[in-house]
């Protein structure tokens, strides 16, 4: 053992070494030289680490929205979520990533940068722009799958996968160039005004939230799920433990969602791991607590819910917040998500698993507080930003999926007939049983 740490000192203090004769020289000249390349070889494995953290979110959002949902419905919800990642690279490889972060003259959307032309090849090409692309994918196909669970149990399969592409390859990527262009080539129109939203409490989450309240209202209710006088009718979901589970594997991928944002390996993911998890945990004590309040039980639904809720609230800020101010988000979306999911119920609008709730209602509150609660100071300038990057999400995404989703509807059709919701989209849409001999139709 001995001789070995004595080797490895030696080749420590050697300079170069002959070998043969001939001096192999170091290809890097200086201390400097070899910390920055040090660096940067880190922040590429960071971010794809990061990366791959966010891809293992889609796992957690297949359980919690199978979870959520009757049996019938668990084949579909996962081939919902495997389609919404596996064409959603493709639609966001081929036009989505160029629209968020391709060169822009107007702040509007970028106008190259399509299939990846911006990466000219392993000689010429810059590296990074892989890296970047990879990271940003998982974010595309993360706002996509958060629509899936609201529409889930009476979506046609085909119409849904055209929702899916047009999503990450359009209405994703225009908004998430306002907001983040200048990240890579862009420059986009609501950045310049000082929009704070670090890892896309707005640009991710409320995107999906209202591009799910635009396709449930479109959609309407599940059959059953509302009476004749207006009455609130509960559909359990069939596989609690699964949901829990899905939110663990959600709150674990936020830790590369939140400090990957980065896209740096140094010292500034600490404080942003710290603030995520606070506010994630105080979402769900206070989502609990409100709960049990107004039930007189504390539900597990709303408590895994309110989790979910302060992962989305701290998304915005969690780089520009202290960690005191984390809890306060975090127990405001608690409450928050708890009180939407009970109004939009009362509105008849069904969304099985609270997507609209706990992605729009609670990204939007999320992007106020990273104004309110921002370390360098808060002014009537940064509030009204904030307030304009909100209202401007919604009409976007709300619009922009309304539409989609009645265009769908009028052509391919949206919704299944009545029967096959009865007999269940799984066995309709795919030929198959999630529970195969021990299905039944609830």
Known sequence: MKKVIWALALL?????????????????????EAIELLQTNLNFVWTLIAASL????????????????????????????LMDFSMGSIAF??????????????????TDGFFLSGWTGPETGDPWILAFWMFQCVFAATA???VSGAVAERT???GYLIYSIVLCAVIYPIFGSWAWGSLLNGNGWLEGLGFIDFAGSTVVHSVGGWAALAGAIVLGPRLGKYGKNGEVRAIPGHNIPMAAIGVFILWLGWFGFNPGSTTTGDSSIAMIFVTTNLSAACGAILAMLTSWIMFKKPDIGMSLNGALAGLVGITAG???????????????????????????????????????SVHGVCGAWGTLAAGLFNMGGTTSKIMITQLIGIGTCFIWAFGAAFILFKVIDMTVGLRISKEEELQGVDIVEHGAHAYNDFQTLN
Request: proline share 4%; hydrophobic share 50%.
């Open 144 to 146: 996509a799958t958060i």
């Open 54 to 81: 966010v891809f293992f979110m889609q796992a957690g959002f297949a359980m919690v929205e199978s979870g959520f949902t009757r049996a019938k419905s668990a084949v579909n919800i996962m081939m919902k979520n």
């Open 156 to 158: 046609k399969f085909t």
């Open 12 to 32: 420590c203090l050697i300079p170069a070494v002959a070998l043969g004769g001939e001096e192999i020289v170091p290809t890097i000249s200086t201390n400097k």
């Open 93 to 110: 490889w081929a036009v989505g990533f160029g629209l968020m972060f391709g060169s822009t003259s107007t702040g509007w959307f970028g």
């Open 318 to 356: 969690c780089a520009n917040v202290s960690p005191t101010s984390a809890t306060i988000i975090g127990a405001i979306s608690g409450v928050l998500v708890v009180l939407s999911v009970i109004t939009i119920d009362k509105m008849h609008i069904d969304d099985p698993v609270g997507a609209v």
